[in-house]
Protein backbone atom coordinates (compact mmCIF):
# COMPACT_ATOMS: atom_id res chain seq x y z
CA UNK A 1 0.00 0.00 0.00
CA UNK A 2 1.63 3.23 -0.80
CA UNK A 3 1.96 6.01 1.23
CA UNK A 4 0.65 9.04 1.57
CA UNK A 5 3.69 10.96 0.24
CA UNK A 6 4.23 8.42 -2.51
CA UNK A 7 0.77 8.98 -3.62
CA UNK A 8 1.63 12.86 -3.55
CA UNK A 9 4.49 12.35 -5.68
CA UNK A 10 2.62 10.17 -8.27
CA UNK A 11 0.32 12.97 -8.51
CA UNK A 12 2.95 15.53 -8.73
CA UNK A 13 4.50 14.11 -11.90
CA UNK A 14 0.90 13.53 -13.55
CA UNK A 15 0.17 16.94 -13.49
CA UNK A 16 4.00 18.19 -14.45
CA UNK A 17 2.71 15.75 -17.22
CA UNK A 18 -0.12 16.89 -17.97
CA UNK A 19 0.92 20.62 -18.05
CA UNK A 20 3.76 20.03 -20.36
CA UNK A 21 1.01 17.57 -23.02
CA UNK A 22 -1.15 20.43 -22.75
CA UNK A 23 1.04 22.94 -23.39
CA UNK A 24 2.85 20.94 -26.89
CA UNK A 25 -1.02 20.69 -27.77
CA UNK A 26 -1.30 24.64 -27.51
CA UNK A 27 1.64 25.33 -29.00
CA UNK A 28 1.36 22.93 -31.98
CA UNK A 29 -2.11 24.76 -32.54
CA UNK A 30 -0.77 28.25 -32.48
CA UNK A 31 2.76 27.76 -34.54
CA UNK A 32 4.81 28.14 -31.42
CA UNK A 33 3.59 32.10 -30.65
CA UNK A 34 1.27 33.49 -28.56
CA UNK A 35 -0.79 36.78 -28.22
CA UNK A 36 -2.61 39.29 -30.44
CA UNK A 37 -1.53 40.83 -33.61
CA UNK A 38 0.66 37.57 -34.55
CA UNK A 39 3.13 38.54 -31.68
CA UNK A 40 6.25 35.84 -31.51
CA UNK A 41 6.89 34.20 -27.86
CA UNK A 42 9.14 30.87 -27.90
CA UNK A 43 7.06 28.02 -26.26
CA UNK A 44 9.18 25.78 -24.42
CA UNK A 45 8.51 22.95 -26.98
CA UNK A 46 9.76 25.66 -30.06
CA UNK A 47 13.61 24.88 -29.40
CA UNK A 48 13.06 20.66 -30.41
CA UNK A 49 10.66 21.56 -32.77
CA UNK A 50 12.77 23.64 -35.00
CA UNK A 51 15.02 20.50 -34.32
CA UNK A 52 12.64 18.42 -36.16
CA UNK A 53 13.84 17.91 -40.14
CA UNK A 54 12.42 20.21 -42.73
CA UNK A 55 10.76 18.98 -46.03
CA UNK A 56 9.22 21.91 -48.48
CA UNK A 57 6.49 20.86 -50.11
CA UNK A 58 7.40 23.12 -52.95
CA UNK A 59 10.60 22.36 -55.31
CA UNK A 60 13.28 24.56 -56.75
CA UNK A 61 11.59 23.83 -60.69
CA UNK A 62 7.89 25.03 -59.80
CA UNK A 63 8.97 28.32 -60.20
CA UNK A 64 6.73 30.56 -63.04
CA UNK A 65 8.46 32.32 -64.63
CA UNK A 66 11.07 29.33 -65.16
CA UNK A 67 14.42 30.44 -63.72
CA UNK A 68 17.73 30.12 -65.92
CA UNK A 69 19.24 27.90 -63.54
CA UNK A 70 18.20 25.50 -60.38
CA UNK A 71 20.38 23.52 -58.12
CA UNK A 72 18.38 21.45 -55.40
CA UNK A 73 20.72 20.81 -52.20
CA UNK A 74 18.83 17.42 -50.57
CA UNK A 75 18.36 17.39 -47.26
CA UNK A 76 19.27 21.45 -46.93
CA UNK A 77 14.80 22.48 -46.77
CA UNK A 78 15.03 25.92 -44.89
CA UNK A 79 11.42 26.71 -42.27
CA UNK A 80 10.07 29.92 -41.52
CA UNK A 81 9.94 30.39 -37.66
CA UNK A 82 8.81 32.63 -35.12
CA UNK A 83 12.02 33.82 -34.44
CA UNK A 84 12.61 34.90 -38.29
CA UNK A 85 14.02 38.18 -38.74
CA UNK A 86 14.90 40.50 -42.33
CA UNK A 87 18.13 41.22 -41.96
CA UNK A 88 19.36 44.23 -44.39
CA UNK A 89 22.80 45.55 -44.88
CA UNK A 90 23.48 49.06 -43.07
CA UNK A 91 22.61 51.90 -45.05
CA UNK A 92 20.55 49.60 -47.48
CA UNK A 93 17.43 51.67 -48.07
CA UNK A 94 16.13 50.23 -51.08
CA UNK A 95 17.27 46.49 -49.21
CA UNK A 96 15.43 47.82 -46.51
CA UNK A 97 11.96 48.88 -48.39
CA UNK A 98 11.97 45.41 -50.37
CA UNK A 99 12.56 43.84 -46.65
CA UNK A 100 9.05 45.64 -45.60
CA UNK A 101 7.84 44.51 -48.83
CA UNK A 102 8.76 41.07 -47.79
CA UNK A 103 7.49 41.20 -44.51
CA UNK A 104 4.18 42.76 -45.45
CA UNK A 105 3.79 39.68 -47.47
CA UNK A 106 4.44 37.03 -45.09
CA UNK A 107 3.22 38.38 -41.67
CA UNK A 108 -0.99 38.17 -42.39
CA UNK A 109 -0.44 34.40 -42.96
CA UNK A 110 2.40 33.14 -40.31
CA UNK A 111 1.35 35.39 -37.75
CA UNK A 112 4.97 36.22 -37.11
CA UNK A 113 6.28 39.28 -36.36
CA UNK A 114 9.33 39.39 -38.27
CA UNK A 115 11.25 42.94 -37.70
CA UNK A 116 13.43 44.01 -40.54
CA UNK A 117 16.84 44.68 -38.96
CA UNK A 118 20.07 45.81 -39.98
CA UNK A 119 22.94 43.04 -39.91
CA UNK A 120 23.76 39.83 -41.13
CA UNK A 121 21.32 37.28 -41.13
CA UNK A 122 21.84 33.75 -38.72
CA UNK A 123 20.13 30.67 -39.98
CA UNK A 124 17.16 31.63 -38.87
CA UNK A 125 16.69 34.77 -40.75
CA UNK A 126 15.98 35.92 -44.47
CA UNK A 127 18.93 38.62 -45.69
CA UNK A 128 18.41 40.67 -48.49
CA UNK A 129 21.62 42.31 -49.80
CA UNK A 130 22.44 44.44 -52.23
CA UNK A 131 26.19 44.49 -53.84
CA UNK A 132 27.89 45.04 -56.89
CA UNK A 133 28.19 41.66 -58.73
CA UNK A 134 25.99 40.04 -56.71
CA UNK A 135 24.09 39.02 -59.74
CA UNK A 136 23.42 39.56 -63.48
CA UNK A 137 22.28 42.48 -64.86
CA UNK A 138 19.72 45.28 -63.39
CA UNK A 139 17.37 42.48 -62.68
CA UNK A 140 19.19 39.57 -62.03
CA UNK A 141 18.80 38.00 -58.67
CA UNK A 142 20.60 34.52 -56.90
CA UNK A 143 18.50 32.92 -54.30
CA UNK A 144 20.51 30.64 -51.60
CA UNK A 145 18.47 28.53 -49.29
CA UNK A 146 19.49 26.53 -46.37
CA UNK A 147 20.33 25.33 -42.85
CA UNK A 148 22.07 28.12 -42.82
CA UNK A 149 19.39 30.61 -43.43
CA UNK A 150 17.98 31.86 -46.93
CA UNK A 151 19.82 35.29 -48.63
CA UNK A 152 18.51 37.16 -51.60
CA UNK A 153 21.34 38.55 -53.59
CA UNK A 154 21.31 41.46 -56.62
CA UNK A 155 23.29 44.11 -57.75
CA UNK A 156 20.21 46.36 -58.10
CA UNK A 157 17.27 46.58 -56.27
CA UNK A 158 14.85 45.51 -59.27
CA UNK A 159 16.26 42.18 -59.13
CA UNK A 160 16.18 41.81 -55.39
CA UNK A 161 12.32 42.67 -55.55
CA UNK A 162 12.29 39.75 -58.22
CA UNK A 163 14.12 37.47 -56.18
CA UNK A 164 11.90 38.46 -53.43
CA UNK A 165 8.83 36.96 -55.51
CA UNK A 166 10.47 34.05 -56.29
CA UNK A 167 11.09 33.12 -52.38
CA UNK A 168 7.27 33.72 -52.17
CA UNK A 169 6.20 31.30 -55.08
CA UNK A 170 8.69 28.84 -53.01
CA UNK A 171 6.91 28.96 -49.36
CA UNK A 172 3.44 26.37 -49.38
CA UNK A 173 0.58 28.29 -51.03
CA UNK A 174 -0.95 29.34 -47.90
CA UNK A 175 1.16 31.76 -47.76
CA UNK A 176 -1.35 33.88 -49.57
CA UNK A 177 -3.89 34.25 -47.18
CA UNK A 178 -4.97 37.43 -45.94
CA UNK A 179 -5.46 35.91 -42.04
CA UNK A 180 -3.57 33.72 -40.21
CA UNK A 181 -3.30 30.06 -41.27
CA UNK A 182 -1.74 27.52 -38.64
CA UNK A 183 -0.53 23.89 -38.77
CA UNK A 184 1.26 24.57 -41.64
CA UNK A 185 5.43 24.15 -42.09
CA UNK A 186 6.29 27.47 -43.65
CA UNK A 187 8.76 25.56 -45.34
CA UNK A 188 11.74 26.46 -48.33
CA UNK A 189 13.55 23.67 -50.57
CA UNK A 190 17.18 23.94 -50.30
CA UNK A 191 19.52 25.03 -52.68
CA UNK A 192 20.32 27.98 -55.59
CA UNK A 193 19.08 29.80 -57.94
CA UNK A 194 20.55 32.10 -60.51
CA UNK A 195 18.33 33.97 -62.31
CA UNK A 196 17.90 36.63 -64.97
CA UNK A 197 15.68 38.12 -67.07
CA UNK A 198 15.87 37.43 -71.32
CA UNK A 199 14.52 40.62 -72.44
CA UNK A 200 14.76 44.11 -70.41
CA UNK A 201 10.92 45.00 -71.53
CA UNK A 202 8.16 42.55 -69.99
CA UNK A 203 4.56 44.09 -70.33
CA UNK A 204 0.77 44.22 -69.95
CA UNK A 205 -1.46 46.44 -71.60
CA UNK A 206 -4.61 47.51 -70.11
CA UNK A 207 -7.23 48.50 -71.88
CA UNK A 208 -9.53 51.17 -69.25
CA UNK A 209 -10.83 52.81 -72.18
CA UNK A 210 -13.63 50.51 -73.25
CA UNK A 211 -14.34 49.40 -69.85
CA UNK A 212 -13.51 51.90 -67.27
CA UNK A 213 -11.29 50.67 -63.56
CA UNK A 214 -10.76 52.48 -60.42
CA UNK A 215 -6.97 53.12 -59.64
CA UNK A 216 -7.30 50.68 -56.60
CA UNK A 217 -8.68 47.77 -59.29
CA UNK A 218 -5.54 48.61 -61.84
CA UNK A 219 -2.85 48.69 -58.77
CA UNK A 220 -4.57 45.18 -58.63
CA UNK A 221 -3.03 44.27 -61.58
CA UNK A 222 -0.01 45.78 -60.50
CA UNK A 223 0.24 43.09 -57.99
CA UNK A 224 -0.34 40.49 -60.67
CA UNK A 225 2.21 41.88 -62.63
CA UNK A 226 4.62 41.96 -59.75
CA UNK A 227 4.44 38.07 -59.25
CA UNK A 228 5.71 37.46 -62.53
CA UNK A 229 8.51 39.51 -62.62
CA UNK A 230 6.86 42.07 -65.02
CA UNK A 231 8.00 45.06 -65.33
CA UNK A 232 6.30 47.85 -67.74
CA UNK A 233 2.43 48.14 -67.21
CA UNK A 234 1.03 49.71 -70.71
CA UNK A 235 -2.59 51.79 -70.05
CA UNK A 236 -4.77 52.37 -72.66
CA UNK A 237 -5.88 55.63 -71.72
CA UNK A 238 -8.26 57.04 -74.47
CA UNK A 239 -10.41 55.10 -77.08
CA UNK A 240 -13.71 55.77 -79.38
CA UNK A 241 -15.35 54.82 -75.89
CA UNK A 242 -14.24 56.95 -73.11
CA UNK A 243 -11.77 58.77 -72.21
CA UNK A 244 -10.11 58.15 -68.53
CA UNK A 245 -7.51 60.40 -67.65
CA UNK A 246 -7.71 64.72 -66.68
CA UNK A 247 -6.41 67.48 -68.89
CA UNK A 248 -5.91 70.47 -67.15
CA UNK A 249 -7.62 73.21 -69.58
CA UNK A 250 -9.62 70.24 -71.21
CA UNK A 251 -12.57 69.85 -68.51
CA UNK A 252 -14.94 68.72 -71.82
CA UNK A 253 -12.63 65.48 -72.18
CA UNK A 254 -13.98 64.23 -68.12
CA UNK A 255 -17.22 65.87 -68.07
CA UNK A 256 -18.11 64.20 -71.35
CA UNK A 257 -15.88 62.06 -72.96
CA UNK A 258 -15.42 60.02 -69.93
CA UNK A 259 -19.34 59.71 -69.63
CA UNK A 260 -19.51 56.42 -71.55
CA UNK A 261 -17.75 52.75 -71.87
CA UNK A 262 -18.25 49.95 -74.41
CA UNK A 263 -21.68 47.94 -73.82
CA UNK A 264 -22.87 50.84 -71.53
CA UNK A 265 -22.32 51.91 -68.23
CA UNK A 266 -21.27 55.29 -66.68
CA UNK A 267 -17.43 54.99 -68.00
CA UNK A 268 -15.28 57.03 -65.21
CA UNK A 269 -11.71 58.74 -65.05
CA UNK A 270 -8.70 59.68 -63.17
CA UNK A 271 -7.78 62.66 -61.76
CA UNK A 272 -4.05 63.43 -62.29
CA UNK A 273 -3.30 62.90 -58.83
CA UNK A 274 -4.86 59.40 -59.24
CA UNK A 275 -2.44 58.62 -62.23
CA UNK A 276 0.42 59.91 -60.13
CA UNK A 277 -0.33 57.62 -57.45
CA UNK A 278 -0.75 55.00 -59.35
CA UNK A 279 2.33 55.15 -61.28
CA UNK A 280 4.17 55.54 -57.27
CA UNK A 281 2.49 52.22 -56.28
CA UNK A 282 4.04 50.74 -59.99
CA UNK A 283 7.36 52.12 -59.38
CA UNK A 284 7.15 50.51 -55.62
CA UNK A 285 6.80 47.21 -57.39
CA UNK A 286 9.93 47.88 -60.53
CA UNK A 287 6.75 48.38 -62.45
CA UNK A 288 7.03 51.26 -65.15
CA UNK A 289 3.92 52.54 -66.60
CA UNK A 290 3.73 53.36 -69.84
CA UNK A 291 0.78 55.55 -71.02
CA UNK A 292 -1.34 55.92 -74.27
CA UNK A 293 -3.08 58.29 -75.68
CA UNK A 294 -4.06 56.98 -79.25
CA UNK A 295 -3.94 58.77 -82.11
CA UNK A 296 -5.26 59.25 -84.89
CA UNK A 297 -8.12 56.72 -85.00
CA UNK A 298 -10.04 55.88 -81.79
CA UNK A 299 -10.93 59.13 -81.07
CA UNK A 300 -14.78 59.67 -80.83
CA UNK A 301 -14.31 60.73 -76.99
CA UNK A 302 -12.06 63.12 -77.96
CA UNK A 303 -13.82 63.97 -80.89
CA UNK A 304 -17.68 64.10 -78.41
CA UNK A 305 -16.08 66.62 -75.86
CA UNK A 306 -14.54 68.80 -78.63
CA UNK A 307 -16.11 68.38 -82.14
CA UNK A 308 -13.43 71.46 -83.51
CA UNK A 309 -11.14 68.41 -83.51
CA UNK A 310 -12.69 66.99 -86.62
CA UNK A 311 -12.27 67.66 -90.15
CA UNK A 312 -15.93 67.62 -90.94
CA UNK A 313 -17.53 70.45 -88.78
CA UNK A 314 -20.43 68.40 -87.22
CA UNK A 315 -21.28 67.30 -83.75
CA UNK A 316 -20.49 63.77 -82.66
CA UNK A 317 -22.44 61.03 -80.41
CA UNK A 318 -20.65 58.96 -78.04
CA UNK A 319 -20.49 55.14 -79.01
CA UNK A 320 -20.73 52.37 -76.94
CA UNK A 321 -20.15 49.97 -79.42
CA UNK A 322 -16.98 47.40 -80.22
CA UNK A 323 -16.39 48.72 -84.00
CA UNK A 324 -13.08 50.51 -85.14
CA UNK A 325 -11.47 52.73 -86.99
CA UNK A 326 -13.70 55.20 -87.93
CA UNK A 327 -12.83 58.23 -85.83
CA UNK A 328 -9.73 60.45 -86.72
CA UNK A 329 -8.46 63.32 -85.49
CA UNK A 330 -8.48 66.47 -88.19
CA UNK A 331 -4.75 65.74 -89.33
CA UNK A 332 -4.67 68.86 -91.54
CA UNK A 333 -5.56 71.40 -89.10
CA UNK A 334 -3.47 73.39 -86.45
CA UNK A 335 -5.81 73.02 -83.61
CA UNK A 336 -5.14 69.08 -83.52
CA UNK A 337 -1.60 69.89 -82.40
CA UNK A 338 -2.08 72.14 -80.28
CA UNK A 339 -4.36 70.02 -78.28
CA UNK A 340 -2.01 66.79 -78.53
CA UNK A 341 1.06 69.26 -77.66
CA UNK A 342 -1.15 70.13 -74.42
CA UNK A 343 -2.03 66.50 -73.52
CA UNK A 344 1.53 64.50 -74.37
CA UNK A 345 3.06 67.69 -72.53
CA UNK A 346 0.73 66.90 -69.32
CA UNK A 347 1.07 63.26 -69.48
CA UNK A 348 4.66 63.57 -70.21
CA UNK A 349 5.15 65.59 -67.07
CA UNK A 350 2.65 63.70 -64.85
CA UNK A 351 5.31 60.15 -66.41
CA UNK A 352 8.59 59.47 -64.76
CA UNK A 353 8.81 56.36 -67.30
CA UNK A 354 10.51 57.27 -70.89
CA UNK A 355 7.77 56.38 -72.93
CA UNK A 356 4.85 58.03 -73.88
CA UNK A 357 2.70 55.54 -76.55
CA UNK A 358 0.71 57.31 -79.52
CA UNK A 359 -0.82 54.37 -80.61
CA UNK A 360 -1.79 54.83 -84.36
CA UNK A 361 -3.65 51.70 -84.70
CA UNK A 362 -6.76 51.39 -87.19
CA UNK A 363 -6.65 54.95 -88.85
CA UNK A 364 -8.87 53.38 -91.68
CA UNK A 365 -10.49 57.08 -92.70
CA UNK A 366 -7.17 58.01 -93.50
CA UNK A 367 -4.83 57.76 -96.29
CA UNK A 368 -1.50 56.64 -96.03
CA UNK A 369 0.34 59.92 -96.88
CA UNK A 370 -2.29 62.02 -94.26
CA UNK A 371 -1.79 59.57 -91.96
CA UNK A 372 1.86 59.30 -92.05
CA UNK A 373 2.17 62.96 -92.27
CA UNK A 374 0.41 63.08 -88.80
CA UNK A 375 2.65 60.37 -87.55
CA UNK A 376 5.56 62.62 -88.35
CA UNK A 377 4.55 65.45 -86.79
CA UNK A 378 2.75 63.73 -83.49
CA UNK A 379 6.18 62.23 -82.49
CA UNK A 380 7.53 65.42 -82.64
CA UNK A 381 5.50 66.57 -80.20
CA UNK A 382 6.22 63.19 -77.69
CA UNK A 383 10.33 63.89 -78.45
CA UNK A 384 9.75 68.00 -77.17
CA UNK A 385 8.78 66.48 -74.26
CA UNK A 386 11.78 64.63 -73.13
CA UNK A 387 9.59 60.99 -73.96
CA UNK A 388 10.65 58.61 -76.40
CA UNK A 389 7.90 57.54 -78.55
CA UNK A 390 6.21 53.91 -78.72
CA UNK A 391 3.31 53.25 -80.92
CA UNK A 392 1.51 50.07 -82.62
CA UNK A 393 3.42 48.83 -85.64
CA UNK A 394 1.66 51.17 -87.92
CA UNK A 395 4.28 53.66 -87.21
CA UNK A 396 6.40 51.54 -89.35
CA UNK A 397 4.17 52.73 -92.09
CA UNK A 398 5.09 56.36 -91.04
CA UNK A 399 8.91 57.48 -90.50
CA UNK A 400 9.96 56.28 -86.66
CA UNK A 401 12.15 58.82 -85.02
CA UNK A 402 15.10 57.76 -83.98
CA UNK A 403 14.79 55.87 -80.80
CA UNK A 404 10.99 54.81 -81.55
CA UNK A 405 9.68 51.52 -80.29
CA UNK A 406 7.22 49.62 -82.40
CA UNK A 407 4.81 47.42 -80.78
CA UNK A 408 4.21 44.37 -83.45
CA UNK A 409 0.77 43.04 -82.73
CA UNK A 410 -1.12 41.98 -86.07
CA UNK A 411 0.02 39.05 -87.69
CA UNK A 412 -0.07 39.79 -91.04
CA UNK A 413 3.03 39.42 -93.54
CA UNK A 414 2.52 43.38 -95.30
CA UNK A 415 3.12 44.63 -91.34
CA UNK A 416 6.02 42.28 -90.48
CA UNK A 417 7.55 43.27 -93.18
CA UNK A 418 7.14 46.75 -92.28
CA UNK A 419 8.59 46.25 -88.88
CA UNK A 420 11.70 44.13 -89.93
CA UNK A 421 12.10 47.44 -92.58
CA UNK A 422 12.26 49.50 -89.47
CA UNK A 423 14.25 47.72 -87.56
CA UNK A 424 16.92 47.35 -90.26
CA UNK A 425 17.46 51.19 -89.62
CA UNK A 426 17.53 51.22 -86.01
CA UNK A 427 13.93 51.36 -84.35
CA UNK A 428 13.54 48.50 -81.29
CA UNK A 429 10.93 46.28 -81.31
CA UNK A 430 7.95 44.55 -78.51
CA UNK A 431 6.10 41.97 -79.80
CA UNK A 432 2.70 41.57 -79.27
CA UNK A 433 1.47 38.91 -81.15
CA UNK A 434 -2.67 38.53 -81.11
CA UNK A 435 -2.42 35.12 -81.44
CA UNK A 436 -0.76 34.59 -78.76
CA UNK A 437 -0.77 36.86 -76.41
CA UNK A 438 -4.02 38.89 -76.65
CA UNK A 439 -6.00 37.94 -73.86
CA UNK A 440 -9.12 39.15 -74.77
CA UNK A 441 -9.07 36.43 -77.40
CA UNK A 442 -11.69 33.92 -76.34
CA UNK A 443 -10.04 30.55 -75.19
CA UNK A 444 -12.15 28.14 -76.89
CA UNK A 445 -15.37 28.06 -78.69
CA UNK A 446 -18.57 28.86 -76.90
CA UNK A 447 -17.06 31.12 -74.06
CA UNK A 448 -18.64 33.76 -72.76
CA UNK A 449 -15.94 36.03 -72.61
CA UNK A 450 -13.60 37.42 -75.20
CA UNK A 451 -13.14 37.79 -79.15
CA UNK A 452 -12.13 35.47 -81.91
CA UNK A 453 -10.93 37.53 -85.04
CA UNK A 454 -7.15 36.11 -84.50
CA UNK A 455 -8.29 32.89 -83.23
CA UNK A 456 -9.10 31.26 -80.01
CA UNK A 457 -6.08 31.61 -78.06
CA UNK A 458 -5.92 28.39 -75.30
CA UNK A 459 -3.56 27.78 -72.45
CA UNK A 460 -1.13 26.14 -75.42
CA UNK A 461 -1.25 28.37 -77.86
CA UNK A 462 -0.44 31.38 -75.71
CA UNK A 463 3.06 29.45 -74.56
CA UNK A 464 3.27 28.16 -78.09
CA UNK A 465 5.71 30.44 -79.62
CA UNK A 466 9.10 32.52 -79.50
CA UNK A 467 10.04 36.15 -79.44
CA UNK A 468 12.68 36.06 -81.06
CA UNK A 469 11.99 34.63 -84.20
CA UNK A 470 8.07 35.72 -84.26
CA UNK A 471 8.19 38.80 -86.60
CA UNK A 472 9.95 37.67 -89.77
CA UNK A 473 12.71 39.68 -90.51
CA UNK A 474 13.45 41.11 -87.25
CA UNK A 475 16.23 39.97 -85.83
CA UNK A 476 16.58 38.91 -81.61
CA UNK A 477 18.71 41.73 -80.86
CA UNK A 478 16.65 44.69 -82.20
CA UNK A 479 13.37 42.44 -79.49
CA UNK A 480 13.47 44.64 -76.40
CA UNK A 481 10.62 42.68 -74.87
CA UNK A 482 6.96 41.49 -74.73
CA UNK A 483 3.84 42.28 -73.88
CA UNK A 484 0.24 41.12 -73.16
CA UNK A 485 -2.86 42.54 -74.03
CA UNK A 486 -5.87 42.97 -72.66
CA UNK A 487 -8.37 45.32 -74.68
CA UNK A 488 -12.14 44.89 -72.39
CA UNK A 489 -14.46 45.09 -75.44
CA UNK A 490 -16.56 41.53 -73.86
CA UNK A 491 -15.33 42.88 -69.73
CA UNK A 492 -18.02 43.77 -67.06
CA UNK A 493 -15.44 43.83 -63.94
CA UNK A 494 -12.29 42.13 -62.69
CA UNK A 495 -13.23 39.19 -62.20
CA UNK A 496 -13.82 39.17 -66.26
CA UNK A 497 -10.48 40.58 -66.69
CA UNK A 498 -8.77 38.18 -64.64
CA UNK A 499 -10.30 34.63 -66.23
CA UNK A 500 -9.13 36.19 -69.23
CA UNK A 501 -5.39 37.05 -67.88
CA UNK A 502 -5.21 34.17 -65.80
CA UNK A 503 -3.37 31.71 -66.66
CA UNK A 504 -2.34 32.93 -70.12
CA UNK A 505 -0.30 35.74 -68.46
CA UNK A 506 1.94 33.79 -67.01
CA UNK A 507 2.91 32.33 -70.54
CA UNK A 508 3.61 35.58 -71.55
CA UNK A 509 5.74 35.89 -68.55
CA UNK A 510 7.73 33.06 -69.46
CA UNK A 511 8.16 34.29 -73.08
CA UNK A 512 9.80 37.38 -71.53
CA UNK A 513 11.84 35.78 -68.72
CA UNK A 514 12.81 32.26 -69.31
CA UNK A 515 15.73 30.97 -71.54
CA UNK A 516 14.47 29.57 -74.60
CA UNK A 517 15.98 26.36 -73.55
CA UNK A 518 13.40 26.40 -70.45
CA UNK A 519 10.94 26.06 -72.48
CA UNK A 520 8.97 22.54 -72.27
CA UNK A 521 4.94 22.74 -72.90
CA UNK A 522 4.00 19.72 -70.49
CA UNK A 523 6.48 21.19 -67.76
CA UNK A 524 4.51 24.61 -68.08
CA UNK A 525 1.40 22.88 -67.81
CA UNK A 526 2.39 21.40 -64.58
CA UNK A 527 4.20 24.50 -63.06
CA UNK A 528 1.28 27.03 -64.51
CA UNK A 529 -1.90 24.43 -62.67
CA UNK A 530 1.13 24.22 -59.29
CA UNK A 531 0.04 28.10 -59.10
CA UNK A 532 -3.91 27.85 -59.07
CA UNK A 533 -4.17 26.99 -55.16
CA UNK A 534 -2.38 30.31 -54.49
CA UNK A 535 -4.91 31.98 -56.95
CA UNK A 536 -7.50 30.82 -54.73
CA UNK A 537 -5.74 31.54 -51.41
CA UNK A 538 -5.65 35.02 -52.44
CA UNK A 539 -9.36 35.15 -54.26
CA UNK A 540 -8.05 35.60 -58.20
CA UNK A 541 -10.45 34.36 -61.16
CA UNK A 542 -8.79 32.50 -63.39
CA UNK A 543 -10.32 29.98 -66.35
CA UNK A 544 -9.98 26.37 -65.13
CA UNK A 545 -8.22 24.84 -68.44
Known sequence: MRTPAARLLVVIVALALFGAGVWGVVSWLTGGSSGSGGSA????????????????????????????????????DWALTAKA??????????????????????????????????????????????????ADGPEGYRLDIGPDGVTVRAAQPAGLFHGVQSLRQLLPPQIESPTRVTGVPWALPGGSITDRPRFAYRGLSLDIARHYFTPAEVRRFVDHLAR???????????????????????????????ATQARGGPGGFWTQDDYRAVVAYAAEHHITVVPEIDMPGHTNAALVAYPELGCDGKTYEPYTGTQVGFSALCVESEETYAFLDQVIGQIAALTPGPYVHIGGDEAHTLS????????????????????????????????????????????????????????????????????HVYLDMAYAPGERLGTKWAGFVDVEQSYAWDPATNVPGVPEESVIGVEAALWTETVGGVADAEYLVFPRLLSAAEAAWSPRETHDWQAFRARWAAQTPRWDIAGITYARR
Not at 105 to 124: C, E, I, Y
Not at 233 to 245: A, E, V
Open 368 to 435: AERYAAFMDRAQQIVVRHGKRVMAWNQLADATPVPGAVVEYWRPDARDAEAVARAARVGAQVVVAPAD
Open 85 to 134: RIRTAPGSAEAARTGEYLAKLLRPATGFDLPVQKGSGGASDIALVIEPGA
Open 228 to 258: YKFNHLHLHLTDDQGWRIAIEGRPRLTEIGA
Open 41 to 76: RSSPSSTSEERLPVSASTRLSDLVPAPVRAQPAAGA
